[in-house]
């Protein structure tokens, strides 16, 4: 995430279970001038959370969209889902301090809430910080990061996937 907020390209995608929220923040995300790219659901008919997830991830580590946010009921199958795409390190976040911190310490790309599990106004303050908290950049935190990248690129795992 290296544009201005304001210009930040972002992926949304939900289940049936996240799609109210879905909608509300991007409807809030919008007014505040960030360009959103959804990726579903379009109801709140009952669906798979992974096939969004994917779709959401995808969009991130390709660069077509700097950031991404996925929900469901918990965020946990949301973000399980999300962390199989290589490249992906998404980050299921329930207060304004593990949002700062998924940024900062882990320098994540995808936000994952769950709808069932906060409210709108909280999911509100935790995007906020989402997007206003760049990586640190820190050597420590870089060395983590480049351990879990080396350990997705392993020969081994490409082939067995
Ligand atoms: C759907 O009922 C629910 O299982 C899903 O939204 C999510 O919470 C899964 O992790």
Redesign the pocket.
């Given at each position: 995430m290296t544009k201005p907020c304001a210009l930040l390209k972002i992926a949304l995608g939900s289940?049936?279970?996240?799609f109210e929220l879905k909608e509300w923040l991007k409807r809030r995300l919008t007014e505040e001038g960030y360009e959103c790219f959804d990726f579903g659901t379009d109801s709140t008919q009952s669906c798979d959370?992974p096939d969004f997830s994917f779709a959401v991830a995808n969009a991130v580590v390709s660069g077509r969209c700097q950031t991404g946010i996925v929900i469901?009921?918990?965020?946990?199958?949301?973000s399980i889902a999300a962390n199989k795409v290589r490249g992906a390190r998404c980050a299921l976040c329930w207060n304004e301090y593990t949002a700062r911190m998924a940024r900062n310490h882990n320098d994540a790309n995808i936000l994952a809430l769950?709808a069932?599990v906060i409210g709108l106004e909280l999911a509100w303050e935790i995007v906020k910080v989402w997007l206003e908290t760049p990586f640190s950049g820190q050597e420590r935190h870089k060395r983590r990061l480049n351990k879990i990248s080396a350990f997705e690129n392993l020969e081994s795992n490409l082939e067995a996937s």
């Open positions: 289940d049936h279970a996240g959370y469901c009921g918990t965020g946990i199958g949301s769950g069932r």
